[in-house]
């Protein structure tokens, strides 16, 4: 007894600290209805106490739809001590007059104080459908009319961070899938070509996360599914085409319910699931020129934000020893197309081409690094001498203006070289003078080595070109085989695609097994199954919905000349027919029907 207190104290304690979390959302479950139609006013109430007794002040609208029915729902979590309710009230309506109308704002009072939600906006157009269900107190029943129209359930969006930029600039597209529907499977399509635009992709770390949006008063799940950042090379307005996006939605077959048990198969377990095409929107974007005022002399083109740095490894040097240079510039912008400062090095220092390398950060943000110059120089002389400031002149575009960052400079100490002096002569060795060591004096050798015929060269013979090719076949073929695995694995449509037809040999070689066993049923039953599952695979159709109308259908959309699916559609009929009104069938109908499923493989094969 005194532990239940106990608890109940605490949970009335924690309740209490939580009661200002309080908070009421209104939603629609669609905006746009037919007349005789009907739509739903969700209103979910969250807060840090039980609200059984808390009520929503609901709207008189019946100047354009009549009440339905409503139903309502708690549901109650306790999780690391924090203690939240939600109750959710589902009103329904029966849209009755066309036009536009607005729902007023929702009112609930809640310990004295009032809330409201925002007002929601609804669009009824004509209808020639019979009502979507009876109102209270008419009898008879009515069907909702089917519909293959899926743009207000699910539809892809491509997001710009901003419309209007300099040349350069980066602009950072998000592409977020809206769906009111179960997505069971997705692919994109083929990049759409993006013009004027250096294209960097942002991956994403993990699965996408789903969260809930509310668009004209209507609730959608949303999930970001790509990224990437576009750099435009120039100016004007530039058009990003749509971006085509494949899924697999399950989807409800209604009924008129003529039973109790018609709304329990009406749940989105026993849908069936239909592949949908999804185009994003077009993106325009007003790209404009860098000023011309202000512009540095040794402005290269960089747009963004940037620091730049120089070190080298020592301060002191003996003459002819090398001595490394790094210069390093990191920001956020297009590092690939960053260019190296010009540096004047100084007279007696011979200086090398830069070993460059860069390190590019793809983040929600946008495209972030740095780009390393390592110089190799090697003091021919003595003495004190400096290395100037590095320069480097970037527009930025937050400021709007041009800027220019400079290193400071470096002191170097050259000391006399420990080689004597008739080895460093004057200002030391040269690059030439290095090239003629070994070469100007021939010193004599007894042994002569082995002797080959004039003219012979190791890249005359076969196996010279047979070592020097193979690797890079080999590397190729690595390359391409990673890259298909990759897609096998990101790619559930295409996976199955490629498996179709070997998956189709294993069964048709199992159909041919019980042939010659001479197992009339199993062997039609192996054979509808080895051409309905390659047709499935090549369709990406889930083995749920393996149906033959389905399957024609389906190959149908994808444009399968008519013999084709008329030879499809035949074969099926006959491996019905002997399966279930024959229990035996000479030998010739057999191998006869094996060839024509054989035949129409390999012939869907060439055109899916």
């Known amino acids: ?127 020639a459908t019979t009502p979507a269900s009876p109102l209270p107190g008419r009898g008879g029943s009515a069907r909702r009319p089917a519909s293959n129209d899926l743009s207000d359930a699910i539809f892809l969006r491509a997001i710009p961070d901003k419309k209007k930029v300099y040349q350069g600039e980066a602009v950072v597209l998000t592409y977020k899938l809206f769906t009111r529907m179960q997505v069971t499977n997705y692919g994109f399509r083929k990049q759409p070509h993006y013009g004027d635009f250096w294209v960097e992709e942002i991956p994403l770390k993990n699965q996408p996360r789903t969260t809930d949006e509310l668009i004209d008063g209507v609730r959608y799940t949303t999930a970001v599914l790509k990224r990437i950042a576009l750099f435009p090379t120039s100016t004007g307005t530039k058009t990003i085409p749509a971006q085509d996006m494949e899924v697999s939605v399950r989807v409800r077959d209604r009924r008129s319910r003529r039973s109790v048990f018609d709304s329990f198969f009406d749940d989105p377990f026993f849908g069936r699931t239909v592949n949908h095409m999804l185009s994003s929107n077009a993106v325009t974007i007003e790209v404009r020129p860098l000023p011309a005022a202000g512009r540095p002399a040794d402005f290269s083109g960089a747009v963004g934000q940037f620091t730049l740095s120089a070190k080298t490894d020592k301060k002191q040097i003996k003459a002819n020893e090398a001595l490394t240079f790094r210069l390093v510039l990191s920001g956020q912008g297009n590092i690939k197309t960053l260019s190296a400062p010009e540096i004047d090095f100084p007279e007696g220092f011979e200086v090398y081409e830069p070993k460059v390398s860069e390190k590019i950060n793809r983040t929600q943000a946008g495209i972030s690094g740095s780009k390393r110059y390592e110089y190799v120089l090697i003091p021919r002389r003595t003495g004190a001498f400096t290395i100037p ?166 190959l149908r959309d994808r444009s399968v000349p008519e013999e084709q699916v008329q030879a499809f559609e035949s074969i099926l009929a006959e491996c019905d027919f002997r399966r279930f009104a024959l229990s035996e069938a000479p030998e010739d109908a057999m191998q006869g029907a094996y060839d024509r499923v054989r035949e129409l493989i390999t012939e869907l094969e060439k055109v899916l």
């Open 1 to 127: 007894m005194t532990l239940k207190f106990i608890l109940s104290a605490l949970l009335l304690v924690t309740a209490g600290a939580r009661a200002e979390d309080f908070s009421i959302t209104a939603s629609l479950d669609r905006n746009t209805v037919g007349r005789n139609q009907q739509f739903r006013v969700i209103i979910e109430m969250s807060g840090g106490t039980v609200m059984n007794s808390v009520q929503p002040e609901v709207p008189d609208i019946d100047a354009f739809a009549a009440f339905a029915g409503s139903s309502s729902s708690t549901n109650i979590q306790v999780i690391n001590g924090r203690f939240t309710s939600t109750k959710t009230f589902t009103y329904t309506y029966v849209a009755r007059d066309t036009g536009s109308f607005e729902i007023p704002p929702i009112t609930v009072t809640y310990k004295g104080k009032k809330y409201s939600t925002r007002a929601l906006k609804i669009r009824v157009e004509p209808s």
């Open 389 to 554: 400031p590095a320069a480097f002149s970037y527009f930025d575009p937050s400021a709007r203006r041009y800027k220019t960052i400079t290193t400071p400079a470096l002191d170097i100490t050259v000391l006399e070289s420990d080689r004597t002096a008739g080895t460093v002569a004057g200002t030391g060795l040269s690059k030439r003078d290095v090239e003629l060591i070994g070469r100007d004096i021939r010193y004599i050798t007894r042994d002569a080595g082995p002797f080959q015929p004039i003219g012979r060269q190791v890249y005359h013979g076969a196996a010279f070109w047979l070592l020097l090719v193979v690797p890079l076949l080999v590397l190729g073929y690595g390359m391409y085989y990673r890259a298909n695995q990759e897609k096998l694995g990101s790619n559930v449509a295409y996976a199955r695609s490629r498996k179709a037809g070997r998956v189709a040999r294993r069964q048709l070689q199992q159909a041919h097994k019980l042939m010659q066993k001479g197992d009339v049923p199993g062997f039609y039953a192996e054979l509808a199954r080895a051409l309905t599952h390659f047709a499935g695979n090549k369709l990406n159709v889930m083995e749920g919905s393996l149906v033959r109308d389905e399957l024609i259908t389906a």
